[in-house]
Nanobody, 123 residues
Framework: QVQLVESGGGLVQAGGSLRLSCAASGRTFGTAVMAWFRQAPGKEREFVAAINWSGDSTSYADSVKDRFTVSRGNAKSTVYLQMNSLKPEDTAVYYC????????????????WGQGTQVTVSS
């Protein structure tokens, strides 16, 4: 089993920054690829960013490209999402997800999920 725990969410003004963290425990080999998704009220869960095990391959949604950066800690079991230039439309619950497979934006291919952390951006 793999457990994922997110932290770092909160309330921030538009233009501000936040850094989310996701710590994996248990059979962490199951998190070769880790990703961030988000879900706003009344909307479907959407892909935000993903990173491979070594950290040398990443993928971003167009809506966050050049503003968000995904990275992996030296121990590989922690993933970060640095969010800059935040906009009100970034408001959502952010989820960390893990998979043994390849980087992709399809939520259904990630078997491991955290509980989510709320990010609220005020205008």
């Amino acid at each position: 089993q793999v457990q994922l725990v997110e932290s770092g969410g909160g309330l921030v003004q538009a233009g501000g920054s936040l850094r989310l963290s996701c710590a994996a425990s248990g059979r962490t080999f199951g998190t070769a690829v880790m990703a961030w998704f988000r879900q706003a009220p009344g909307k479907e869960r959407e892909f935000v960013a993903a990173i491979n095990w070594s950290g040398d391959s990443t993928s971003y949604a167009d809506s966050v490209k050049d503003r968000f950066t995904v990275s992996r800690g030296n121990a590989k079991s922690t993933v970060y999402l640095q969010m800059n230039s935040l906009k009100p439309e970034d408001t959502a619950v952010y989820y960390c997800a893990g998979t043994l497979g390849r980087i992709n934006a399809y939520a259904g291919s990630y078997p491991y999920w955290g509980q989510g952390t709320q990010v609220t951006v005020s205008s």
